[in-house]
C-alpha cells in the first residue's frame, strides 16, 4: 500500500488489506499506521471459544462493530474484580451483553473492556484504535504466538501485553 497524500485517499476493497492469521484465527489491516495519522483499522474474525480478557489500555481508545456473528462484551470500571468478567457489575448497575451484528461498542482510554465468543461460529467484527501502530504490532506478534494452536504461553503474552500499553485484568483463552 502506498502512503496517502492531500489529493488521493484510501479505497480498500471487500478481501483487501493485509492478512495474517493462525489456524483459527485472522485479522485483516485496512488501514494502517503508514496511512492515517489518527487511527488502524482491521477486520478481526473472533473464533468459536476465544476470549480476550478483561483488560486496559491507558493510552488507546478503540472502536468495534460487529459484522457478523454474536460476542459477549463489555466496556465499564466493574465495583469488585473478580477472575470472571462475566459476572461484573458497574457502580451503575452495568453488566456485559450479547451483541449481534450492527453493534457498535466504543472504548475510552483507560476503561476496562473485554469480549469473547461463546457461539459454535465465527464472528467478524470491523474494529478501529486510536492512535495507530501499536495495534498493529501487536497483532502481529500475538497471532505470531498463537500460531502452533494449543494453550498460549502466558508468559510471552504477558510480556506482549506490557510492551503494547495493555494491562490484562483477567486472562486470555481459547476454550471459553
Given at each position: 500500500m502506498t502512503?496517502?497524500?492531500?489529493?488521493?485517499?484510501?479505497?480498500?476493497?471487500?478481501?483487501g488489506g493485509t492478512v495474517i492469521r493462525t489456524a483459527a484465527q485472522q485479522v485483516t489491516f485496512k488501514v494502517t499506521g503508514e496511512h492515517s495519522r489518527v487511527s488502524s483499522t482491521f477486520e478481526v474474525v473472533v473464533p468459536p471459544g476465544f476470549d480476550v480478557g478483561a483488560h486496559r489500555?491507558?493510552?488507546?481508545?478503540?472502536?468495534?462493530?460487529?459484522l457478523e456473528g454474536e460476542l459477549d462484551v463489555l466496556a465499564?470500571?466493574?465495583?469488585?474484580?473478580?477472575?470472571d468478567w462475566r459476572h461484573w457489575e458497574s457502580a451503575s448497575g452495568l453488566r456485559?451483553?450479547?451483541?449481534?451484528?450492527?453493534t457498535v461498542v466504543v472504548v475510552p482510554p483507560g476503561c476496562p473492556h473485554a469480549f469473547a465468543n461463546r457461539s459454535d461460529k465465527d464472528a467478524k467484527m470491523f474494529f478501529q484504535s486510536s492512535p495507530p501502530s501499536d495495534h498493529e504490532r501487536?497483532?502481529?506478534?500475538?497471532?505470531d504466538i498463537l500460531k502452533d494452536g494449543g494453550t498460549p504461553?502466558?508468559?510471552?503474552?504477558?510480556e506482549l501485553r506490557v510492551r503494547y500499553d495493555i494491562e490484562q485484568l483477567t486472562p486470555l483463552r481459547h476454550d471459553v
Open positions: 502512503e496517502l497524500t492531500k489529493s488521493e485517499g484510501l479505497i480498500v476493497p471487500p478481501g489500555h491507558t493510552r488507546s481508545e478503540e472502536l468495534f462493530y460487529l465499564f470500571e466493574p465495583r469488585v474484580l473478580s477472575e456485559s451483553v450479547r451483541v449481534t451484528p450492527g501487536y497483532f502481529e506478534e500475538l497471532l504461553d502466558p508468559e510471552a503474552i504477558a
